[in-house]
């Protein structure tokens, strides 16, 4: 079980932080809810009935975690399907899975796809753009989060810290 002020990456939306652990009755029924609010954006409050986080709910990851998912960034695979459709598919099955892993294969995938299209004079399609700042968003935030960095300055953090091949 969370408990209040605990940070956990909720489906799509990020990192939130939960705020609250509440009683409420719908039906007759009395149920507990966990109150989250996103760390990155004040104009929402969300509420999750605690018998129901399954995998829409996770706890952000460690420092330890954050800091060695920054050093393998190098090493993770890429994937880039050239079919559109199954290409789409795969990245959004990778995006609402929301774990790190997933969404540094995802964004290290684009990042090298762009800058070979870049390379040739051509850009990413708007859906793939759209994806990766999806999963730059998600993956930017627990880092900040994690590290306790503000969020402007994750991308800079990560690329001091990535290791270079020599």
Not at 5 to 22: A, E, F, K, M, S
């Amino acid at each position: 079980m969370y408990k209040i002020n605990d940070h956990v990456v909720y489906g799509l939306t990020g990192v939130c932080q939960i705020t609250d652990i509440q009683k409420d009755s719908i039906d007759d029924e009395e149920k507990e809810y966990y109150v989250l609010h996103p760390v990155f954006s004040d104009n929402m409050t969300i509420k999750i009935p605690v018998d129901n986080v399954n995998a829409k709910m996770r706890k952000v990851i460690s420092k330890e975690e954050a800091l060695s998912l920054i050093a393998t960034m190098p090493d993770q695979e890429t994937a880039w399907l050239k079919d559109n459709r199954e290409r789409s598919e795969a990245f959004k099955t990778a995006l609402k899975t929301g774990k790190s892993e997933e969404l540094v294969k995802l964004v290290r995938t684009i990042y090298i796809e762009k800058e070979e299209m870049a390379a040739i004079g051509k850009k990413l399609s708007k859906s793939d753009e759209e994806i990766l700042k999806a999963a730059e968003k998600q993956l930017n935030e627990e880092i900040a989060i994690v590290l306790d960095i503000p969020l402007d300055k994750v991308v800079e953090y990560i690329i001091s810290h990535v290791p270079t091949a020599e």
